[in-house]
């Protein structure tokens, strides 16, 4: 059995196949409060994982290890800009 590899295009009409229909009769601000009620679920649970209280297991700390910007040797991390850009829209 073969599967063709899944292209932008096939993965853009998947997400609307499954997403356009309840997010279109949710509406623009219905859908931004659906999200960020969803990243507020997702911090507790980071939170809630990450409490001093229960030290994290071996797997979080490789994972830990593997992206962090300082783990390999020569990396540096990113700049972070100070100032201010304005845009004319």
Not at 47 to 62: I, L, Q
Request: aromatic residues 6%; glycine residues 6%.
């Amino acid at each position: 059995m073969t599967t063709e590899p899944l292209t932008i295009r096939d993965f853009q009409q998947l997400i609307r196949d499954r997403y356009f229909e309840s997010d279109n009769a949710r509406g623009t601000a219905g859908t931004f409060l659906y999200l960020t009620e969803e990243f507020g679920e997702l911090a507790t649970a980071l939170a809630d994982n990450n409490r001093p209280s229960k030290p994290p297991t071996e797997a979080e700390r490789a994972i830990s290890r593997k992206s962090s910007p300082m783990s390999s040797p020569g990396s540096q991390p990113l700049p972070i800009s100070t100032g201010s850009t304005s845009s004319s829209a």
